[in-house]
């Protein structure tokens, strides 16, 4: 047993790098779509949407580009569906250039799946710059930021925005970024209009965030590829349990199904490693 540890610790490298190679592509292409448990910060996001009664309208800004795409686009995704099929109104904008695509790619998905009615069951007013100012404006009146949403339609022609003019009337704004913008949604939104925030970011900036949900600023987080996964997973849950047969694809899951089975080999190969070592030592 001894000698058969040594000779595995001793394993050649190239056959590490293949068996990373496989445990990270092969759950991509057969995923096994592990249960994901929600974290508190998650469940919050997830509780207060769900919560909501039908017809109350929430504003997502996709304020994030190609560059964060794999960890904060099934968030905004999985968000969007999860407020159509509980009958609450999304309205997408975004302060990134970049962004608009991005979410309207997201809105389209909802049609294919869920059979969303633009201008009916959500709004896509798009990009307008300016970040404070844009934040502001809406506080004092949506219109006067946005006369028209993406498409030309006039905001007062669009059935879903009737009776909304201002923060008063949007029961939570969250921000999908790769940045720091979400604290700019706090700055102005939170802190001048009392408006409800919540914040979908990447993993390496999540730390930052922490203490605005400390404080009640945040009414929660979705973190990462695990948090986009988490959200991904109860929406998917609920399309089924409504009957829905044809579900989108599942990014998130499986990139933290490939994630976990990654982690646990490398996990294996550390043991391994170190059992051929103290092997090794006591032969001497």
């Known amino acids: 047993m001894r000698d058969f540890l040594i000779k595995l610790s001793k394993i050649e490298r190239r056959y590490i790098y293949l068996a990373l190679f496989l445990a990270l592509t092969l759950p991509l292409i057969f995923p096994p779509n592990f249960p994901q448990k929600m974290s508190p910060t998650v469940k919050s996001v997830f509780e207060f949407i769900d919560t909501l009664p039908p017809g109350s309208h929430v504003l997502l800004s996709a304020d994030y580009d190609a560059s964060v795409l794999p960890e904060v686009d099934p968030m905004y995704r999985a968000v969007l569906k999860h407020c159509i099929l509980r009958g609450v109104i999304p309205i997408g904008m975004t302060l990134y250039p970049q962004g608009a695509v991005l979410a309207l790619d997201a809105f389209k998905e909802a049609e294919e799946y869920l059979g969303a009615r633009r201008d009916t069951d959500y709004v896509f007013l798009?990009?307008?710059?300016?970040?404070?100012?844009?934040?502001?404006?809406?506080?004092?009146?949506?219109?006067?930021?946005?006369?028209?949403?993406?498409?030309?339609?006039?905001?007062?022609?669009?059935?879903?925005?009737?009776?909304?003019?201002?923060?008063?009337?949007?029961?939570?704004?969250?921000?999908?970024?790769?940045?720091?913008?979400?604290?700019?949604?706090?700055?102005?939104?939170?802190?001048?209009?009392?408006?409800?925030?919540?914040?979908?970011?990447?993993?390496?900036?999540?730390?930052?965030?922490?203490?605005?949900?400390?404080?009640?600023?945040f009414v929660g987080m979705l973190a990462g590829m695990k948090g986009a996964a988490e959200y991904e997973y109860a929406v998917r849950k609920i399309m089924k349990d409504e009957g829905i047969e044809k579900l989108p694809p599942a990014k998130a899951v499986k990139g933290m199904d490939a994630n976990s089975i990654g982690h646990l080999l490398i996990m294996l190969f550390i043991i391994i490693g170190n059992l051929g070592y103290f092997a090794a030592k006591r032969r001497k």
């Open 126 to 217: 798009g990009y307008q710059a300016g970040f404070q100012a844009v934040i502001l404006g809406i506080g004092e009146n949506i219109k006067n930021v946005f006369p028209k949403d993406y498409f030309g339609t006039p905001i007062d022609s669009i059935p879903a925005m009737r009776g909304v003019n201002n923060y008063k009337d949007i029961a939570l704004v969250i921000s999908f970024s790769g940045s720091s913008v979400p604290v700019t949604w706090v700055i102005y939104a939170y802190s001048k209009y009392h408006q409800k925030v919540a914040a979908a970011v990447t993993a390496v900036s999540a730390a930052d965030f922490y203490p605005y949900i400390q404080t009640g600023q």
